[in-house]
């Protein structure tokens, strides 16, 4: 009997028809749209003529445009404004499952998809959104796609797709005290570099892996696409069913006898053979931070930076530095902040804010330092009163935010002014990702925390 990959696996059971020298047509079990790259697809179904398939399959979000503050009242920007507006009118239109502004489900569509439990081991989910991929955290194929394919699965629950390659990434061994799940994925990108997985879907895997919560998994998966894999994705475990079982309890959404059945055989064949495989020491992991303009520019929080590479990418190496205001073999221990920003669909869960709270409790915020706390979604935000954080976030002089994607691409008013440094737990560091001429340093919420408090690059293990 032939041995397969998860990747296989779920991939091959969702083949409709294969294409001889060509793509394969995929059913997407799962679709998430949100306000920005899904107002075309809709135009596009009504100049067809056309219907929607499986509008049951399909659930609506507003986040990447919505303000984190006063969400009571009308949106003052104007485009953002018509984009919210707009996907209300199309879900009203098509009947589809919409999650707006202030409803208690809304938040960041890929936190919202979890904790809501429409993501489930063994699916192929798709959204209009590249960090899509944060799904593969429970044992499913889910890959972001662009407006065009947004509007084939609307109309089809179907896409073309090429199969990619199958990489598997080995952590072995325990992570240190003071290092997460982000500082584990900027590590492992900083050794592959942000093309390192260009052509591949990633399975994760190791005792390190193994280790981590869901939470912690969504954050790895959700920043492969980071390293320019096509997706990331864990096999799923007893800590997987425990998660979905706490919202089967909630009364949210049950588990199938035939799911159970199912999530059990989804694993990888021993012996089952991937194009590439890549091996981790996780003991060799400290917090980890940016210093140029791409996530594979990373070096730990007490490390210093490289020296430019020897070949033809030394001129972006320059550029990225120039842009950064950093210079070959300097320590950035020490350098001063101007922002901290704790959200976004990266780490924007009650872990995260959980993590943030044990670093800042009876400690005070660096006044020099602005803050943007910004929950993941409305459960997120009632958690974190329901768990007395927000008091601990007060008391150290932090404002919580109300949810959305917020400065992780700054879209609404959250952005950060030219030349101001911020230490960001979101997913990219691009030039102006935050705002026009903004520099952006990723961290895990433990280091944004340590350095919220002392207002300077500050590794958290001399917190913990």
Same mark, same amino acid.
Request: charged share 25%; glycine share 10%; proline share 6%.
């Given at each position: 009997? /032939?041995?397969?990959t998860?990747?296989?696996k779920?991939?091959?059971a969702?083949v =409709?028809?294969?294409?001889?020298?060509?793509?394969d047509?995929l059913f997407?079990d799962?679709h998430?749209?949100?306000?920005?790259?899904?107002?075309?697809a809709?135009?596009?179904?009504?100049?067809?003529?056309?219907?929607?398939?499986?509008?049951d399959?399909? %659930?609506?979000?507003? +986040?990447?445009?919505?303000?984190t503050?006063d969400?009571?009242?009308?949106?003052? +920007?104007?485009?953002?404004r018509?984009? =919210?507006?707009? %996907?209300?009118?199309?879900?009203?239109?098509?009947?589809?499952?919409?999650?707006?502004?202030?409803?208690?489900?809304n938040?960041?569509?890929?936190?919202?998809g979890?904790?809501?439990?429409?993501t489930r081991?063994g699916?192929?989910?798709?959204?209009?959104d590249?960090h899509?991929?944060?799904h593969?955290?429970?044992?499913?194929i889910?890959f972001?796609i662009?407006?065009?394919?947004?509007e084939m699965v609307?109309?089809t *629950?179907?896409?073309? *797709?090429?199969?990619p390659?199958?990489m598997?990434?080995?952590?072995?061994?325990n992570?240190?005290?003071?290092?997460?799940?982000?500082?584990?994925?900027?590590?492992?990108?900083s050794? %592959?570099?942000?093309?390192g997985a260009?052509?591949?879907?990633?399975?994760?895997?190791?005792?390190?892996?193994?280790?981590l919560?869901?939470?912690?998994?969504?954050?790895?998966?959700?920043m492969?696409?980071?390293?320019g894999a096509r997706?990331?994705?864990?096999?799923?475990?007893?800590?997987?069913?425990?998660?979905?079982?706490t919202i089967?309890k909630s009364?949210?959404?049950?588990?199938s006898p035939a799911e159970?059945?199912?999530?059990?055989?989804?694993?990888?064949?021993?012996?089952? #053979?991937?194009? #590439?495989?890549?091996?981790?020491?996780?003991? /060799?992991?400290?917090?980890m931070?940016t210093f140029g303009?791409?996530?594979?520019?990373?070096i730990p929080?007490?490390?210093? !930076?490289?020296?430019p590479?020897?070949?033809?990418?030394?001129?972006?190496?320059?550029?990225?530095?120039n842009y950064?205001?950093?210079?070959p073999?300097?320590k950035?221990e020490?350098?001063?902040?101007?922002?901290v920003?704790?959200g976004?669909?990266t780490?924007?869960? !009650?872990?995260?804010?959980r993590?943030?709270?044990?670093?800042i409790?009876?400690?005070?915020k660096?006044?020099?330092v602005?803050?943007?706390?910004?929950?993941?979604?409305?459960?997120v935000?009632?958690q974190?009163? +329901?768990?007395?954080?927000?008091?601990?976030?007060?008391e150290?002089g932090?404002?919580?935010?109300?949810?959305?994607?917020?400065?992780?691409?700054?879209?609404? /008013?959250?952005?950060?002014?030219a030349g101001k440094?911020a230490?960001?737990?979101?997913?990219r560091?691009f030039?102006g990702? *935050?705002?026009?001429?903004?520099?952006? !340093?990723?961290?895990?919420?433990l280091?944004?925390?340590?350095?919220a408090?002392?207002?300077?690059?500050?590794?958290p293990?001399e917190f913990?």
């Open positions: 009997m /032939e041995k397969k998860l990747f296989d779920i991939w091959d969702h =409709v028809h294969r294409i001889e020298g060509g793509p047509v997407i799962m998430y749209i949100h306000e920005v790259t899904s107002p075309q809709f135009t596009g179904l009504r100049k067809r003529g056309i219907g929607m398939f499986r509008p399959r399909t %659930l609506a979000t507003a +986040d990447h445009n919505i303000p503050k969400q009571h009242l009308p949106i003052r +920007d104007e485009i953002s018509n984009q =919210v507006n707009q %996907l209300e009118k199309n879900c009203r239109e098509f009947g589809i499952r919409h999650f707006g502004m202030q409803h208690p489900n938040g960041i569509v890929h936190i919202i979890p904790e809501l439990g429409f081991p699916m192929t989910i798709v959204c209009g590249s899509t991929s944060t593969g955290a429970f044992g499913t889910a972001g662009g407006t065009s394919e947004v609307l109309a *629950q179907c896409l073309l *797709q090429t199969k390659r199958k598997r990434i080995t952590v072995n061994g992570i240190r005290k003071g290092v997460t799940a982000k500082d584990i994925i900027l590590y492992i990108i050794k %592959l570099t942000s093309g260009t052509g591949f879907f990633v399975e994760y895997d190791g005792e390190a892996i193994k280790n919560t869901m939470e912690g998994r969504m954050t790895l998966c959700n492969s696409i980071e390293m997706g990331g994705l864990v096999a799923p475990d007893e800590k997987t069913v425990a998660y979905l079982e089967e009364g949210i959404k049950s588990i159970r059945s199912l999530w059990k055989e989804l694993k990888t064949d021993p012996g089952a #053979r991937f194009d #590439r495989e890549e091996v981790f020491n996780a003991s /060799e992991i400290r917090p931070i303009t791409n996530p594979g520019m990373a929080v007490n490390g210093t !930076i490289p020296p590479p020897e070949d033809e990418n030394s001129s972006s190496y320059f550029k990225a530095l950064m205001g950093f210079t073999g300097e950035l020490g350098h001063k902040i101007d922002y920003f704790l976004s669909c780490n924007g869960r !009650i872990e995260d804010f993590a943030f709270a044990s670093v409790k009876g400690r005070k660096h006044p020099e602005t803050a943007l706390i910004v929950p993941g979604s409305k459960r935000e009632k974190i009163i +329901d768990e007395g954080l927000d008091r601990i976030f007060v150290a932090f404002e919580i935010r109300q949810p959305g994607c917020s400065s992780c691409l700054a879209m609404n /008013e959250d952005k950060i002014p440094y230490v960001s737990t979101s997913n560091n030039e990702r *935050q705002g026009p001429g903004s520099r952006t !340093i990723l961290a895990s919420p280091t944004a925390a340590a350095c408090v002392t207002g300077k690059i500050t590794s293990e913990l």
